[in-house]
């Protein structure tokens, strides 16, 4: 018997949201005699095994089943067809995780309900995934029967024997920040033949005396006197909100290292010279509020204290001017206004990769498990397929010869069969990188400038509001040939890569040497070209290798594989967006005039795609004459607006 788990208990290191639900249902089966069923409303989240809706039916009730794990149960409500439960539920919610939930619904014999529900009547059950919950901000839906998920409820849908569940989710708390100008004032000069190069961290301290770095300004270079750009830092983060926790400031002279001897990350700042440090809280910060005076905070270097005595007044001074507090609209806000994640995914097919029909080749096609380009394709898609309702991606191939062609295709449609780059659903993808796989010769080189400069301009066509984003999928297994094309492309002024509505995610496949590849992935300081420097980082890279075994040589199950690959890949999507729109001036739209979702094609199946509820076969005997009209629609697809 699974147990109830404590919501939002995960790991503290990952970013992550709450999101609270509120839960309602209408014209429940009526199964007491007397009077109406006293329905009561359980919340479970599948915590392991395969994380898609099923398509089979469900025989073992889901709080028997260890797979899935209770999140909370709402209070009883006697006698009504129409409950509108009061108790809420807060879950942590994560764009890069499927988060598959299961509401059921039953009718209470006594008020206190226990963990065996075997006396007390099954009303009904929706299953989905949390982002189609927060995708619509308001989800309906029928619910199934015994052994049914249910179904997401279309335009015009009328009512069915077993009801309907409404679902609401809305962030529990929004993000604040604090922001302030900051400069500094006659600092400490530290180097011999040259003013100080300073910059100031940020640090939360703790009860136990530790602390830790939340926020660093960038450096300024040569002055005693620098003026810092503006400063926003998590409140949260900076002291847990709480006034008077104080604020650890250190002042630092950055020393410059030779060039080729930089290292990566904090390494390179482990020479630095300490300026001074200053102690402050939010409330003391707050009082340099616009239209007041600036609130001027003294540094202190106690080595330097130490040795002069009296004599040392101060290492400077710290100014800070127009505090306030301020909060950003979240990742979660676009969503639910309705902007949508346009998806393309660029696919390797240069020689390199090794004959397909050979079992060494990354694109071999194995019976029993899917490669390496399989993996990394589902991984990403199954989880941007729920915030484009369209369901609709754009797929291209590079590096190959394409039939009947002499020459090699930097990049080509992946639908060999209709010439186009639109897919629908991920087994449009799947099917379509089969069959080019089956028609083209793998050739060379690998080139990603060609890609990057095709999807960029389509970019171009939503910088004017916010109801689109575009991701971008370059599945690789070798070290680019065009790195200085590339960083162009994503950087370039004309094309303005890093301007527009774009995120791009490489995957490297294979056991290549992907050193160089990091160049890309700018999370230390901004990509950077001559003397172009991109306005973001909008790239992440991953390879695929590091996540195919335990460790210890054994292979995992490709849905474990898949899972993780996408946490790592796509988590720093929703900052990219939000920080996107925060540098347009784009605000989300509201929830009750989101912008518009465009419905499927007719040709989407939402089955194969794992969203879906599997078709029922009409009874023997009848497979001939017309199907048997359902009670509950098949397909939990998006809605028909």
């Not at 065996?116 to 309906?140: M, N, P």
């Not at 089955?607 to 023997?620: C, E, N, V, Y």
Request: aromatic share 8%; charged share 25%.
């Amino acid at each position: 018997m699974n147990q109830p788990s404590s919501l939002g208990i995960v790991d503290s290191s990952r970013p992550k949201t709450n999101v609270r639900l509120t839960i309602s249902a209408n014209h429940l089966q009526d199964l007491d005699v007397f009077s109406k069923s006293d329905p009561i409303c359980l919340i479970y989240e599948k915590t392991s095994g395969k994380k898609s809706t099923t398509t089979e039916s469900i025989e073992l009730a889901t709080w028997q089943d260890a797979q899935w794990t209770e999140r909370g149960r709402t209070e009883v409500v006697m006698n009504n067809l129409n409950p509108q439960f009061q108790k809420t539920f807060l879950l942590p919610y994560f764009f890069e995780e499927t988060q598959l939930l299961r509401f059921e619904i039953y009718d209470a014999d006594s008020p206190n309900v226990g963990q065996d529900l075997s006396s007390h009547d099954f009303l009904g059950r929706f299953e989905c995934v949390l982002a189609q919950i927060v995708s619509y901000s308001t989800l309906k839906a029928h619910l199934g029967k015994h052994g049914e998920i249910g179904a997401q409820w279309r335009n015009k849908d009328k009512n069915t024997k077993t009801g309907s569940i409404t679902i609401r989710a809305e962030e529990d708390e929004k993000m604040e920040k604090i922001q302030f100008d900051v400069c500094g004032e006659s600092l400490d000069k530290k180097d011999f033949f040259g003013k100080s190069d300073p910059y100031l961290n940020f640090k939360r301290k703790f009860d136990d005396g530790s602390s830790h770095l939340v926020h660093r300004t960038e450096v300024k270079q040569k002055t005693l006197d620098p003026r810092w750009a503006t400063v926003q830092i998590n409140t949260q983060t900076l002291c847990g909100k709480e006034g008077d926790r104080p604020i650890l400031i250190e002042c630092y002279d950055h020393d410059k290292w030779k060039k080729g001897e930089e290292p990566r990350g904090e390494a390179k700042f482990s020479r630095d010279d300490l300026i001074g440090t200053a102690q402050t809280t939010l409330n003391e910060l707050l009082r340099g509020g616009p239209g007041g005076e600036a609130v001027e905070i003294l540094l202190t270097n106690e080595k330097k204290k130490a040795k002069k005595g009296d004599k040392y007044k101060s290492s400077g001074t710290l100014k800070i001017w127009n505090s306030r507090i301020v909060v950003e609209p979240t990742f979660l806000d676009f969503i639910s206004g309705g902007t949508q994640l346009d998806f393309a995914v660029a696919v390797d097919f240069t020689a390199s990769n090794g004959a397909p029909k050979n079992s060494s080749s990354l694109h071999y096609m194995a019976a029993d498990r899917p490669n390496q380009y399989e993996l990394a394709l589902r991984s990403v898609l199954s989880i941007c397929q729920h915030y484009n309702s369209s369901k609709t991606f754009e797929a291209f191939g590079f590096g190959a010869k394409l039939p009947y062609q002499s020459s090699v295709s930097a990049i080509f449609p992946l639908d060999l069969q209709r010439g186009t780059s639109q897919v629908v659903g991920i087994n449009g993808v799947m099917s379509a990188y089969r069959h080019s796989l089956q028609n083209v010769q793998l050739y060379g080189p690998t080139n990603f400038a060609p890609i990057i400069d095709t999807v960029a301009q389509k970019a171009q066509n939503m910088m004017h509001d916010s109801a689109r984003y575009q991701i971008l999928l370059i599945i690789t297994d070798g070290i680019i040939c065009d790195m200085h094309a590339t960083i162009r492309s994503i950087i370039n002024v004309g094309l303005l890569a890093s301007g527009l509505p774009l995120s791009i995610i490489i995957i490297g496949v294979g056991n290549e040497d992907f050193e160089k590849m990091h160049e890309l992935d700018s999370d230390d300081s901004l990509l950077q070209q001559d003397s172009r420097i991109a306005q973001r980082d909008i790239v992440q890279f991953v390879t695929i290798r590091e996540f195919l075994n335990n460790g210890r040589g054994l292979y995992l199950d490709p849905d474990v594989i898949q899972e993780n690959l996408a946490r790592e890949v796509l988590y720093e999507v929703p900052g990219q967006l939000t920080g996107y729109m925060k540098q347009r001036g784009f605000e989300p739209r509201p929830v009750d005039t989101p912008w518009q979702r465009d419905s499927p094609p007719p040709e989407y199946d939402p089955i194969f795609d794992g969203i879906g509820t599997k078709r029922q076969a009409p009874p023997l005997g009848f497979q001939n004459q017309n199907p048997v009209t359902q009670e509950i629609p098949n397909a939990s697809a998006p809605p028909m607006y």
